[in-house]
């Protein structure tokens, strides 16, 4: 996208910002950072300055740019409701176009390209997973058809910490007799990498691909374990199945008594949004409930909850472009969560699992980190 | 001096990660949330008052420039670096030094954020009183400079009725201390002076703020009203009877209406006016002053007065208030503030040219205000991008301000003069006045060198 493309595109949008400040308090990375270049403004007033040919683009604000989590906190505080997501992701392609944007960004495309996920692993091993699940005859989940399709996720398939969510949760939809697959190999990234790295078109390719696979096992249902994921099938595919998170089928499961608690689990949780899922896609109430069913477990709301979480730090591919940034984002998220007295964070997200888990091991945070999914088993067993 | 020099010698004041000179950065320094743009030469981020002293000694022996700045919601162009130099950007500076329940003081630094500070003390059932619409994001050095002021100013007077006392750095470096923890102190009244000064005369480096007990209770109730000339009515006739709420806040319909896109909170839309009348204080005898206000409503007119349930309704009307200003964006992109006082029974006269200027210059104008002090804040909703709006606009706004002042009035409430407002300075000060200003502003700073060319306009 070129600036000309960019001021049709975000011009009047960005003019919305009257420059008021509400949002500095909001944004994750500019009480890390104190600076405006990391500030919701600041950075609508470079898309501003760029559009109105007074600013260039270039390394500083490749940087600025760059470092937005994505989170849309700013948005959910901002009075003139300006969309700085959205004018953050239109700025990043141009950006890309102008040739300022991470290095990264240029080998993740190529990964996805060629390997079709973001680890750039063998698809074969995207049910690698599976193996955590005790006396599982191979490919058990992987059916020709089925009611729903489990959509893991390439985070969820490949990182080792995290791989526990999408077992947790074929564990509970198969105790509870839902009748679904995986598509396994077949499973390709959903492209929300590519929309944060400024390259929003090329997710076609991904796209077709995946709707594809899911019409051929003629899935009425979609089920999420990644908000990310779910977010990216809600707002840039067109798909005719029923999109659901696991939060949403796992409360209708507890509903329909599909699954039920035998154990009491102790602890004090809070729960925190990922943004994805909350103020991106308005998820709020139903993992809410599924914690509330525990029996024992004793619930504190974050004093920023649901439209107002706080990023975890790991959203908006930040983490690759400034690990550092994220670290320091995640770090005053858990402080955030120990303020709060609680011994353990719920999420519904393996990126804000992997975040928040990492940054409590390296600053020696005693605080246990749990996907609902893994709660809910436990509270099964 | 060199401008590579001057960064060399920043930077070994605060470290070069503290010291932002790029294009972008200075563009983004170059605006508050006023319509005026002037890029700086430089920013720093400072942690300490050493450090600030240090940079204000260098800016003094180079004659540069110099300016403070906080969250930057200056609404009249306070932190805008018209003449470029350095900005001292005090987000680092944000810590809660003391607090002092015993004697109830709040030492804080510069960049404390104000709703930080509130949230800190109401832990222990304390108030810090000041709470300008900006509160969430504004910082205490901003509302000292411009001495702030917030709808619950009308019981509990502006940001000067709370500042104890204050550090300064001076022109040259020198850091002096004003005030004190002790109520009565000895010599020229200095942190008055400061307070208001709208950073012209030092940089505020701490201050000692004052502390209240939180209200044992709180009646909050919605009057709304027909015609605006009753709302307007019902402020005086209210004080008249000797009755001093908490809050008498104005909104008209056309900042309603913005408002409820954005935050729900069930405003009559119908309605011209509505009144967020508060009451605070001991719960003995609020029910007969609350009947009396009621009666008072009544007797003007109003269609009905709600009392807010709990406190969760009162949170949502409040909310609807303090967001006003920014949700005239879902009107227009662009707005101005005329922050203007007038004397209260005024207040009618003074609406209706209002809306006559408005009217004249083919804008639309929103009214949400601190009815109980008389001070309007008519917002000009407008397009910036739009040149003609633009300069009709400032013309719109210059006749809005004559107005207050020919009212017997003044021409700012609480946001400043800045920059926006000096030659608006005339309808208030005669020459002698504005030449005494500039002997106290030469007193602190012969050189012109702190925030120059506000507040006070240039000798003619």
Redesign the interface.
Known sequence: MNIVQLKKLSYDEVAKCNKCGFCLPSCPTYLVKKAESYSARGRNAITRFAIENKLELNEDTERAIFTCLGCGACTAVCLSSVQTKDLIFQNRECQVDAGFYPKVAKRLVKILEESHNISDEDQEDRAEWQELIKELPEDAFEKETADVVFFVGCVASFFPMVQKIPANMAKIMQSAGVDFTILGGEEWCCGFPLIGAGMPEKLAAMKDHNLKKVAKVGAKTIVFTCPSCYHTWHHFYKSDAKLMHASQLILELIKDKKIEFNKNIKGVATYHDPCDLGRNTGVYEEPREIIKAIPGLEFVELPMNRKFSVCCGGGGNVEMTDPDLSAQVAQTKLASIKAVGADTVLTACQQCVRTMETRAKRSKTDLVVKDLTQLVIEAME | MDKQKLIASLNEIVGPDNV?S????L???S???SLDKAKPDV?V?PDSTEEVSKIMALAYKEKIPILGRG???NLTGGTVPIKGGIVV?F??M?RILEIDYANRTATVQPGV?TLDLQTEVLKKGFVYQPDPA?Q???TIGGNVSENSGGPHCLKYGVTSNHVQGLEVVLNDGTVINTGGKARDNAGYDITALVVGSEGTVGLVTKAILKLERAPESVKTLLAIFDAIEDGANTVSAIVAEGIIPATLEMMDNTVMRAVE???KVGYPLDAACVLIIELDGMPEGMDDNASKIVEICRQNHVRDVRLAKDEAERNVLWAGRK?A??????VR???LCCDGTVPRTKLPEVLNQVIEIGKKYNLPIGNVFHAGDGNLHPLIMF???DEDERSRVLKASTEILKACADAGGTISGEHGVGMEKLKETAFIFNECDLEFERQIKRAFDPDDIINPGKMIPANS
Do not use: C, W
């Open positions: 932002l790029s294009e972008m950065d563009m983004l320094y605006y508050d949330a920013v981020l969250s930057g919601t950007h987000s680092r944000n954020i900006s969430k994001v504004s896109e954005t935050i967001g200003f920014g949700s005239v964006g879902q992109p662009s707005y397009d910036e991008r």
